[in-house]
């Protein structure tokens, strides 16, 4: 199954959701599950006309218009999130997946994810319950907010930083690496764009909405109280330049 968060993406939804219907094609099946808000640049047309149209795997569009010019803070991506999830969670028509891919709906799809880096990934899926990307962002890792491991598990409180995530920020960075390819990186929790779930281990679970961590950190918290062992693989590039 593919999921992603969107909103006002039609630069680069159309051409993503048709490299994934190729990716599709290493599978048994697949399905997409598209959580949207507030989209004023024709993404909710173009998702309505998806679900309509698509005879050859099923789409789900969930979500909720808030009237909202952007989207207000952390707890608020998480709340958006849970749509997804509560679909993928308490839909008879999803038991029968095995795996939950949740992509980032802005990156280019020449930048995207080779079929080689999710072959990789789906050959070792005795390894893993969680796999993030090797995201990278102008040498530097994609979407720092979402990683923690053994040496940096400080969460972001506001109350903690009284300058704003500006001055958690330099901490983050400073703990991350760039990784090249090479064996699984084990983590606390990890996003880089794009992460596979075993469907199984995200039973009855949900991003926690009260919080300004990153919405994907509450979620990787609750997989590991499970037992669920999370890893970065570096051979699952996604480029993220622009």
Same mark, same amino acid.
């Given at each position: 199954?593919?999921?992603?968060l969107?909103?006002?993406?039609? *630069?680069?939804?159309?051409?993503?959701?048709?490299?994934?219907?190729?990716?599709?094609q290493?599978?048994?099946?697949?399905?997409?599950?598209?959580?949207?808000?507030?989209?004023?640049?024709?993404?909710?047309?173009y998702?309505?006309?998806?679900?309509?149209?698509? %005879?050859?795997?099923?789409?789900?569009?969930?979500?909720?218009?808030?009237?909202l010019?952007?989207?207000?803070?952390?707890?608020?991506?998480?709340?958006?999130?849970?749509?997804?999830?509560?679909?993928?969670?308490?839909?008879?028509?999803?038991?029968?997946?095995?795996?939950?891919?949740?992509?980032?709906?802005?990156?280019?799809?020449?930048?995207?994810?080779?079929?080689?880096?999710?072959?990789?990934?789906? %050959?070792?899926?005795? *390894?893993?319950?969680?796999?993030?990307?090797?995201?990278?962002?102008?040498?530097?890792?994609?979407?720092?907010?979402?990683?923690?491991? *053994?040496?940096?598990?400080?969460?972001?409180?506001?109350?903690?930083?009284?300058?704003?995530?500006? %001055?958690?920020?330099?901490?983050?960075?400073?703990?991350?690496g760039?990784?090249?390819?090479?064996?699984?990186?084990?983590?606390?929790?990890?996003f880089?764009?794009?992460?596979?779930?075993?469907?199984?281990?995200?039973?009855?679970?949900?991003?926690?909405?009260?919080?300004?961590?990153?919405?994907?950190? %509450?979620?990787?918290?609750?997989?590991?109280?499970r037992?669920?062992?999370?890893?970065?693989?570096?051979?699952?590039?996604?480029?993220?330049?622009?």
């Open positions: 199954m593919f999921a992603a969107v909103r006002d993406n039609m *630069e680069h939804l159309p051409g993503l959701v048709n490299l994934l219907v190729e990716r599709g290493l599978f048994e099946d697949f399905a997409f599950v598209f959580s949207e808000n507030d989209s004023s640049d024709g993404t909710k047309a998702l309505n006309q998806l679900c309509r149209n698509s %005879s050859r795997f099923p789409v789900a569009c969930v979500g909720e218009n808030f009237n010019q952007k989207r207000p803070s952390i707890s608020f991506l998480a709340q958006m999130r849970n749509f997804y999830l509560r679909e993928i969670n308490t839909q008879p028509m999803y038991e029968d997946y095995d795996y939950v891919l949740v992509f980032d709906a802005d990156f280019k799809k020449e930048r995207f994810l080779t079929s080689e880096g999710l072959t990789d990934s789906f %050959s070792r899926t005795q *390894e893993w319950d969680v796999i993030a990307a090797n995201g990278e962002h102008f040498g530097k890792m994609w979407d720092a907010f979402a990683f923690r491991n *053994e040496k940096f598990d400080m969460p972001y409180r506001p109350e903690d930083f009284p300058d704003g995530i500006a %001055s958690y920020w330099p901490t983050i960075l400073n703990i991350q760039k990784y090249e390819d090479g064996p699984l990186i084990p983590v606390h929790s990890a880089g764009g794009l992460a596979i779930y075993h469907k199984n281990i995200l039973q009855g679970l949900y991003h926690n909405t009260s919080s300004e961590d990153c919405e994907h950190v %509450s979620l990787h918290a609750q997989i590991q109280a037992g669920g062992r999370i890893f970065i693989n570096p051979n699952m590039r996604l480029i993220y330049d622009d």
